[in-house]
């Protein structure tokens, strides 16, 4: 999927049935524009129909290459436009989208992927910003909604040109993540955003994007051989590395970007948030800190960029730091702004659901209550919300609330995982180990690559006094999984020490009582 790569310019946001410049004039409503949908298919059979059948109505045209299907894809095809081309893969969506491009006959043109899904208020938004198309050079930028393997954690929002008036010299570059060449702006076009939300469910499924990612990477690759200055490439392959967790590739790339830049390019913001994640992760919060900070001197309504500085903040316990961040993200003046892959909602559900746990950390257990139940009532199925207003009836000891909590988790996205950490930690908190214990086991099981349930067995066996091994063990294993958890390395390290020191006491024991020192009388000889 493309990914946008343009320069800061002016965006006007919220784009509907009656779209205005920045000076408040009417842009050609009603002018009869032709336009032209774009698609790009390979084996899609059960995707492409699902795509469609909602949107297939509004467009003047539909033309559909296909690079290679072995299934049903160009028979579904077929039922939707007679305009179906075939195009050898050569390793190369770019090549793939100039050739849709080449075969449509739009003044204007918008394309889809086969797993792109526009809900029915979204083709409504849709319908009525086609109608204002005109003559003028314009295009337009959506977000894009990338679901991910498991719903509780969310969204992400990915801001691309979707929609733009035809130009000779306008084509896509690059093999993967392409992009439209020459900059819009730098032909004179106007550029802005709508409010129609495209929904991408093609990296919901694990191996799926493992493999996609691995391809991205090889595509990549190719390019950055024949061009390894190109801003476009080493924004992707360092992000490429990033989703594949190799830090030190994607710190290269990236670091290599940000000294090359030389004007304010909206890019940077995902340079930004992607160092600073890095490093964030590695458990560095000041270095993360510092590099959020030299973001937001560039971006300082930054929805992102503040809240890794409040996340930041809130991992070394500078809790009202991260408020005072938090606050100023809440009332900053919320404008249209490019999302190269970072969380949807921020401002919404993101923020606020902090906000609450950061008063819950600091025992102000009443106003963090008010706010969760407040998040709950606009978000019912957030799972993260319910857990942690569970938190809240936990640490104040409010069982009947907090079984309540658990029942109700039980209707959310992967709520029973979380319906059940919060029933495991409320009996551990009660030493209540031989009820905890199976719970927690179970729970790892259940999910295996979620640090949480680790976290609890590693205070199950401090609370149990556990052989220190064990513990060490424990605590290792949630570093395997959060290598940046700050409390997991600080306890490795003093268990460490603590069996260092122990181990050599032991040794010294065993050394004196083979000399005879502390034996029971004297032995002459």
Known sequence: MPIAFCQTVRFVGGIGPLIR???????????????????????????????????????????????????????????????????????????????????????WVFWLDADDRLSEP????????????GHQPQAYFL???????????????????????????????GRVHEQLRPEPSTLGYELFFSDVLIHHVGYSDAASLQRKLNRDLRLLRMDYA???????????????????????????????????????????????????????RDGKFLEALAILDQGLTLFPSGEYLLYLRADCLYEIDRFDEAKATLIRLLT?????????????????????RKLADILRLQRDFPSAETLFKSLIARFPDDTLSWYLLGRVYLDSRQRVNLLTVSEQLRHCPQGNIFARLLLATWHLEHNEFGVAAPLIDDLIGLAPSMPLPRVLRADLLARAGAPIPDRIQACRDILRLQPGNLDAQRMVHQLELAHQQLTTSEHTRSTAIFAGAGLPGNISV
């Open 226 to 280: 024949i061009n390894p200055t190109d801003h476009s490439t080493l924004l992707h392959l360092g992000m490429a590395y990033l989703h594949l967790r190799r830090a030190n590739a994607a710190r290269q790339h990236l670091r290599q970007l940000l000294a090359a830049a030389t004007v304010k390019s909206d890019y940077l913001r995902q340079v930004f948030g992607a160092l600073a994640t890095i490093e964030m």
């Open 122 to 133: 979204d083709v409504c938004k849709l319908r009525s910003l086609l109608k204002t198309l």
């Open 21 to 107: 410049t920045g000076l408040g004039e009417a842009v050609n409503e009603g002018n009869g524009a032709t336009v032209s949908l774009l698609m790009i298919v390979r084996n899609e059979e059960r995707q492409l129909a699902e795509c469609l059948a909602p949107v297939a109505s509004l467009f003047d045209e539909i033309v559909i290459v296909d690079t290679g299907s072995v299934d049903d894809t160009r028979r579904i095809a077929g039922r939707f436009t007679p305009n179906v081309f075939d195009f050898p893969w050569c390793d190369d969506f770019s090549a793939a989208r100039n050739e849709a491009l080449r075969r449509s006959t739009g003044e």
């Open 332 to 352: 900053s003046r919320t404008e249209p702004q490019y999302r190269g892959g970072v969380p949807a909602e921020i401002v919404e559900k993101l923020a606020p």
């Open 143 to 173: 977000n894009t909604s990338c679901s991910t393997q498991y719903a509780c954690e969310g969204e992400t929002l990915i801001t691309h040109p979707r929609l733009f008036r035809r130009h000779p010299d306008l084509r896509w570059q």
